[in-house]
């Protein structure tokens, strides 16, 4: 089993900057793919991006494709989600989560979630 906790989210002019982190506890963090999703209100919890266990391998939503990046460090078991960019459309509760096994897009495949923190983007 892993804990997971999420920090780094506010309040930021579209345009500007924000880093997410997701910090574990528990079971081996480097054995888990983990994820970022976001949910904003009235709407399903979508996928935003994925690291393997090394870091060495990184996927992404198309909606944030070249303005997010996803890392991690083992030694301190966490990963990262820097957000450039912001669009008001990023505004959300983003939530880390370690991947179980099968599509890491589909959320039903993570056991594992954080709380969420708060990201809103304004015009």
């Known amino acids: 089993q892993v804990q997971l906790v999420e920090s780094g989210g506010g309040l930021v002019q579209a345009g500007g900057s924000l880093r997410l982190s997701c910090a574990a506890s528990?079971?081996?963090?480097?054995?888990?793919?983990i994820s970022w999703f976001r949910q904003a209100p009235g709407k399903d919890r979508e996928f935003v991006a994925a690291?393997?266990?090394?870091?060495?391998?990184?996927y992404y939503a198309d909606s944030v494709k070249g303005r997010f990046t996803i890392s991690r460090d083992n030694a301190k078991n966490t990963v990262y989600l820097q957000m450039n960019s912001l669009k008001p459309e990023d505004t959300a509760v983003y939530y880390c989560?370690?991947?179980?096994?099968?599509?890491?897009?589909?959320?039903?495949?993570?056991?594992?979630w954080g709380q969420g923190t708060q990201v809103t983007v304004s015009s």
């Open positions: 528990g079971r081996p963090f480097s054995s888990y793919v």
């Open positions: 989560a370690a991947h179980l096994g099968g599509d890491f897009t589909k959320r039903v495949n993570y056991n594992y």
């Open positions: 690291i393997s266990t090394s870091g060495g391998s990184t």
